[in-house]
DNA sequence: GTGGAGTATTCCGATACCAGTATATGCCTA
DNA sequence: TAGGCATATACTGGTATCGGAATACTCCAC
């Protein structure tokens, strides 16, 4: 996983684009209304986006289509998979506690 | 999710320290050594770290054993969850796409 | 080819971040 | 309680980032 996508994903502004991306692709000036942004501000996200692979754009004449491109977070997933053991574990030892208790409980009735 | 978990997982140092606790508990040190960094700049990634709540703290003498918390990385899993079936919808439509592509080569014979 | 709509790039200023050096704090041992 | 070890904080310099304003680019429609 690159570090242009950590960088990409460290922004409120551009986390919102790829929550509006999931919908539908969007063109630039959907995206500088929804995010109340300037334009040539919106343009720079989307450029860092870009960059970090996560949307793609189609031209549309003058008009540039935003959508999103999901591999680079399907990387994050894959970064992300060794520590989920680790609360899977926490869950399963919460889990483990409270079906001791249940049968305590259960027995002090 | 909150901002500081994104900001803390910016930094490929922060990523190295919770690589590295994930095989156990380390002390500040141990730390020191393992990132090459000096030990005031790796105290300081551990603050930011333990103020994402991504790492929890335990006082023993002088030494700090510094633990991974889980938590904020199953928080990311969450935020990554919708997305999920983006990826999973091109992979299956690659599958078919295979699918067919055998079926059709398939005929050919 | 001129005009205008839509988008990108450039140029600032303010702030945030990362690294190091120097220094402070806390806790054990003798 | 004096000394030393382990860690944290303060301060500083260099660089990156974010925002807006101004400007450039590109593509239709007329």
Chains 1, 2 share one sequence.
Do not use: C, F
């Not at 684009?17 to 500088?32: I, K, N, S, Y």
């Not at 003058?62 to 994050?76: G, K, V």
């Amino acid at each position: 996983m690159h570090e242009a996508v950590w960088a990409a994903l460290n922004d409120p502004h551009r986390r919102a684009v790829l929550t509006l991306l999931r919908q539908r692709p969007h063109a630039v000036g959907e995206l500088v209304g929804a995010l109340s942004l300037s334009q040539p501000t919106t343009s720079k996200h989307l450029r860092v986006l870009r960059e970090a692979g996560l949307v793609r754009v189609l031209p549309a004449a003058q008009r540039r289509i935003y959508a999103l491109d999901p591999a680079p977070l399907a990387e994050l997933d894959a970064w992300l998979a060794p520590y989920r053991a680790l609360w899977n574990d926490r869950l399963d030892a919460l889990g483990r506690h409270l079906d001791a208790t249940v049968t305590d409980e259960q027995r002090e009735t």
